[in-house]
């Protein structure tokens, strides 16, 4: 965001005048009578003629029925039909418009997406052009039909209407003020599509009226409304109330779990023992055999004890001390059940509120919670006392709570009105929530008790009548709309104060929008009131102090499937992170530490520069689905200035001195939309960087650099021959570390980092596919490059290595093998796409000038001979690929080069893998193995030509060198040929040189290795758990996903002109989480659907979309689902357990 302020416009300029031709048009329901070209008068003419046919045919009818020539239904039905005729011929006239048009439509083409915005050729009053301006036709036959009777009938009806008996004046009257305002309320996006009502209207039946709980998708949605409204149905016919009692507890235990842990349960036990032992492998963010992760045989247990423990105690309760009833709650046999229920919500209560950061609806600090944020270790040590009151908390909230609320309702006295469709709608409604919300449904049960506590003896008629079932189902959606609209108002006071007290909010509007709220405040409260009743998002329009009711819309708000996201290569490090958060989440939502959780519910962690949104989805009894999005790394102003808010937010509630005053201990941004909760422990990635001035640049440094390069190939030279000697692939070994070679990563990423379900697996290997495709070029790459090109997009050099490959393409190894170097596809996340084309580099070694070399006829070259006589037997599992020996390199060169060889080194790491390779500590075979001269000759002459094929043979002088090498931008030279035809020789040469540069870092930050033995166990921690290679690699993102415990990669800023090192580190770190206002984030995302989709403001800088620091407006609109946000990463459902 470049621009910024209150001076930013709401609609751009070119907006504006498609807006104010498009505006009349939805209000008046099609007539354009503002085109922005020049037409026919008949144009207009014949639009105001269509429009008012509805109108004259239902004049006629009224006319006809005001002279008593038909009566009132005849009339209507006389003015339908005539309806119907006039709809059915302009349906008629467009298609017959259309086939004629046809032949000249196939003629141009496809037909262009933006014809409605060009100008038309208007030629006669009744052509073809002028028909389908005017009536264009419908696509499918089966909506010409529809739309031509549904104009008929709507005609009739509303000639009958105009006509209302006197019994529905009242009513014609008022639907009449409605109806003039329905197009406006249409245009204004208050009406609802319909499938958007219908999931509405769904979802409230299931919540309010049947227990139930907001679902992740439709389908579940459809399926779990048509089982509940089943339940609520068979115990209308059940004539027994024992059988009420035992079905309705049964059933809503049942439904109140997690359904869709059956089919993985199933899919579970089709998995043979080897693909466990796959899905196990590698660190995975939490342990998979947790209680409660999977349906297993202990989680059945567990449900199957609890539902017949249940289903026990409300039958015999109901059958014995039911039948004992008595009109004083007191004195009955509800009472004591009663004042136990009220002690369960008192003490749940207090140890939910000591859980959080924050106490009291988030306004004071609480003195229990711990104190600094230094470490995890210390943190999770001064929280052992919240621990075990969160463990007090569980057991009495799922284990204590539900059976207490069975006793109650299994006693009630409403038991005895049977069949009555309230009381058994009631009664299944209460029985399931006592599991699907066990919190919710303590607090209401709390209600009614203390409602009739308070009644004492008197009776209440009307309320008394209607049951404890009935009851309980009106005060959970009063509480619910209660919750609501105190939700809504807080929003409003929000977007009304900030709009004056914020400079860079305050428009020149705002002091008369101020006005106008204020002396038409009982409208405002009515537009919140009216909201929060029909659970419809409050609309600020443009973000501005001007208030509309959304259309009511499901609590996930948008129609899409859950999990859509823009990804980008940062999206990686949100999905590594999405287990162990999922995890940390368990232990959250089970303590009551981030609040009260419901579906609709919204968190924000912050950790570094991460951003992390979850939305609950639905919650159930022992589970809870969420959706977990990741927000761009690379920060705008306007993200920034959000960010930073949100930091500050953050330490005035983690990071606060020991003693608290009042000033001190009360939320100064009471506020925000953003409320601190909790502190989770989580496994990500600490992202370091470092300028490497001093250090790529030093002479000495550069000096070392070529003996740690040798020492680093002898090293993995001899590890490659003990790889091969105990069977493993190198190719799939290499592939792990450095990002040239296809690894098993690839393939255990997904399952590795997110094990929670197979539909998170699914939606995470389509997005990268997707982002695969979408990112195998020059010109995406453009779209997510840190660095930017002041001189534009530079065109991808052709070097030698390119030559090289292309002449080689008859070779299928090569095509789908490793990369080639100069070329450096890497195998990366962009295929297709060489690194050297990443930045402006000076062009080295390319070929042209470079001197030829006869490899035939100089007699010189270096002839191998077919076998090796070796001194010592075990010499052989050491032995090098014959390819490897045939370097067309003068014996001359390789002689004067002898000295660069470390002798003393291949030695030492001889004898250390000649242990390892035997598996025997022999003496006599590691001294033979030493002594082997024609072994050491061997990798003598290997490494040797891999130096010269690099370009090495001289000492590092250039860091800009350093770089295009560690790139594998390797420059032409003699043996490069040679090499580039090995790829697991390439492969390896590359892996030294930067394991070489590493060592250079690490020794220049912690000085010398001291010891060879110091050398050989850091070059293996290096190979098992480093990843160094470059960010642009597949190798690095699968690292990330495999949980490699650090990585390191050299890159180039080319605005500062220097090098940097950036260190990943997997550590368990805090991740600060807090609540968001869910109606301010509703409300904001309900205007941006009406901003983009009707007002078609796309602009990237418009003012809705500018930094607000209090409703973190910015923030908001990026989690939105695509397209109207882009958030760069986007889980599945997750459902994980929260017992």
């Known amino acids: 965001m470049v621009r910024m302020g209150p001076d930013v416009p709401l609609l751009n300029e070119y907006k504006q005048e498609f807006f104010w031709k498009r505006f009349p048009q939805t209000v008046l ?27 004259l045919f239902g004049g006629v009818g009224t006319l006809l029925c005001q002279l008593q020539l038909l009566q009132e239904l005849y009339a209507a039905v006389f003015s339908g039909m005539l309806m119907f005729a006039a709809a059915a011929g302009v349906q008629a006239l467009a298609l017959h418009a259309a086939r004629r048009s046809g032949t000249v439509v196939e003629r141009l083409g496809a037909p262009n997406n933006l014809v409605d915005e060009e100008e038309v050729e208007f030629t006669q009053c009744i052509s073809p052009e002028t028909v389908r301006f005017i009536a264009p036709g419908k696509r499918f036959g089966l909506n010409v039909v529809l739309h031509t009777v549904l104009a008929g009938v709507l005609c009739g009806f509303g000639t009958w209407f105009s006509h209302a008996v006197p019994e529905l004046q009242l009513a014609s009257q008022t639907l009449h003020v409605v109806f003039v305002f329905l197009p406006l309320l249409w245009a204004l996006g208050v009406l609802p599509p319909l499938d958007a009502l219908l999931l509405w209207g769904m979802e409230q039946v299931l919540v309010f009226g049947l ?39 049964s059933a809503g235990f049942l439904l109140s779990l997690d359904l869709s842990q059956v089919g993985a349960l199933c899919r579970r036990q089709r998995t043979s023992f080897r693909d466990r032992r796959v899905h196990s492998g590698g660190s995975p963010s939490f342990p998979l055999t947790s209680f409660g992760w999977s349906l297993g045989c202990r989680e059945l247990l567990l449900f199957s004890s609890l539902l017949a423990a249940a289903t026990a105690e409300a039958g015999l309760l109901h059958h014995f001390v039911g039948s004992a009833q008595s009109q004083v709650l007191v004195t009955g046999p509800q009472g004591p059940v009663s004042y136990l229920l009220i002690i369960l919500f008192s003490l749940c209560w207090a140890l939910r509120e000591i859980q959080g ?143 004056w007290t914020e400079k860079k909010q305050r428009r020149q509007s705002a002091g008369t929008l101020l006005a106008l709220n204020a002396s038409l405040w009982p409208l405002v409260l009515a537009v919140v009131t009216l909201s929060a009743l029909l659970s419809a998002p409050l609309l600020p329009l443009f973000t501005l102090p ?56 919204h968190f924000l962690g912050r950790f570094q520069d991460r951003m992390v949104w979850i939305m609950v989805l639905e919650r159930g009894y022992g589970y809870c689905t969420v959706n977990i999005k990741g927000l761009e790394l690379q920060e705008t102003s306007c993200h920034t200035v959000e960010a930073r808010r949100v930091d500050e937010v953050f330490e005035a509630a983690f990071e606060r001195p020991e003693r608290l ?106 997005s990268s596919l997707r982002f695969r495709q979408d990112s195998s070029s020059l010109t995406s790459f453009g779209d997510w490059s840190d660095e930017d090109d002041l001189f534009g997009p530079q065109p991808a050099r052709r070097t030698v290595a390119l030559v090289t490959a292309e002449a080689q393409r008859g070779q299928a190894a090569l095509q789908t093998g490793a990369s080639l170097p100069g070329s450096v596809e890497m195998d990366s996340l962009f295929e297709n796409m060489a690194l050297s084309a990443l930045q402006p580099l ?70 250390r893998f000649g242990l390892a390779a035997q598996g025997e500590p022999l003496e006599d075979m590691t001294k033979a193995l030493k002594e082997d001269e024609v072994l050491k000759e061997l990798h003598v002459k290997v490494a040797l030509s891999c130096l010269i094929s690099v370009g090495a043979e001289s000492a590092f002088t250039s860091p800009s060198y350093i770089y295009r090498l560690y790139c594998g931008d390797v420059p032409w030279t003699e043996g490069l040929d040679w090499l580039s035809s090995s790829k697991d020789l390439y492969q390896l040469t590359l892996q030294a040189f930067r394991f070489s540069f590493k060592l250079l870092f690490d020794q220049a930050s912690l000085g010398p290795m001291e010891s060879p033995e110091e050398l050989f166990s850091t070059l293996e ?60 984030v509703r409300g904001q995302w309900a205007n941006l659907s009406w901003e983009l989709l009707y007002a078609t403001n796309d602009d990237e800088e418009r003012y809705s979309i500018q930094a607000h620091p209090f409703m973190l407006r910015n923030l908001t609109v990026q989690a939105a689902d695509p397209p109207l946000g882009y958030p760069i990463y986007s889980s599945a459902p997750l459902h994980f357990p929260c017992l």
């Open 29 to 55: 329901g099609g007539p354009r009578f503002k085109l922005g070209y020049c037409a026919p008068p008949y144009v207009y003419v014949n639009q105001a003629v269509l429009f008012l046919t509805p109108w």
């Open 211 to 249: 227990g139930g709980s907001p679902m992740s998708n439709n389908i579940r949605l459809l399926f779990m409304c048509a089982v509940s409204f089943g339940v609520a149905l068979c115990n209308y016919f059940i004539p027994s109330s024992l059988g009420v009692v035992l079905f309705s507890t």
């Open 357 to 499: 950061a924050y106490v009291v609806a988030g306004m004071f600090l609480n003195p229990l919670y711990p104190k600094g944020m230094s470490n995890v270790q210390s943190f999770k040590q001064k929280s052992r006392g919240l621990h075990v009151a969160a463990a007090i908390r569980r057991v009495l909230l799922y284990l204590v709570s539900p059976f207490a609320m069975v006793a109650f309702l299994s006693m009630d006295e409403s038991l005895r009105l049977l069949h009555s469709v309230t009381v058994s709608v009631g009664l299944t409604r209460a029985f399931r929530v006592v599991w699907q919300s066990s919190e919710d449904a303590l607090l209401q049960m709390v209600v009614v008790i203390l409602v009739q506590l308070a009644a004492g003896s008197k009776i209440l008629p009307g309320w008394d009548a209607l049951g404890t079932g009935v009851q309980l189902l009106l005060v959970g959606l009063l509480m619910d709309r209660l919750v609501q609209f105190v939700a809504k108002l807080k929003f409003t006071l929000t977007v009304l104060v900030t709009s």
């Open 546 to 601: 001007i208030f509309l009711v959304g259309f009511p819309r499901p609590q996930r708000s948008w129609p899409g499937p859950v999990g859509t996201a823009c990804p980008c290569p940062d999206s990686v490090f949100y999905q590594q992170m999405s287990g162990s958060l999922a995890s940390a989440l368990t232990t959250a939502f089970a303590s009551g530490s981030l609040g009260s959780v419901a579906p609709g519910s």
């Open 661 to 766: 005053g009042f000033t001190q201990g009360f939320n100064l941004h009471w506020g925000n939309a953003l409320t601190p909760c909790a502190a989770l422990a989580v496994r990500v990635y600490s992202d370091a960087r470092n300028v490497l001035s001093g250090i790529i640049d030093s002479h000495d440094n550069l000096r070392k650099l070529q003996e740690d390069f040798m020492k680093a190939l002898t090293w993995l030279l001899l590890r490659h021959c003990v790889q091969r000697q105990k069977g493993l692939l190198w190719s799939s070994e290499v592939g792990s570390t450095i990002g040239g070679v296809k690894s098993q990563s690839s393939q255990l990423a997904q399952t590795t980092c997110n094990p929670l379900s197979e539909a998170v697996v699914v939606e995470s290997n389509m």
């Open 842 to 911: 000076q062009p080295l070694g390319l070929s042209i000038g470079m001197p030829a070399v006869d490899r035939g006829r100089n007699p010189e070259v270096l002839r191998e001979t077919p076998h090796l006589n070796f001194s010592c037997p075990q010499s052989e599992a050491f032995n090098l690929p014959p390819v490897w020996r045939t370097a067309p390199l003068l014996p001359s060169r390789l002689l004067s080069l002898r000295p660069l060889f470390p002798e003393e080194w291949f030695r030492f790491s001889l004898g």
């Open 1021 to 1080: 921690e290096y190979e098992r758990d480093w990843y160094i290679g470059l960010v642009t690699e597949r190798g690095w993102h699968d690292s990330v996903l495999q949980e490699k415990p650090f990585l390191f990669s050299l890159g180039h800023d080319l605005t500062m002109g220097t090098y940097t090192g950036r260190v990943l580190s997997l550590q368990e770190q805090l991740v600060q989480v807090g609540r968001l206002n869910g109606e301010g």
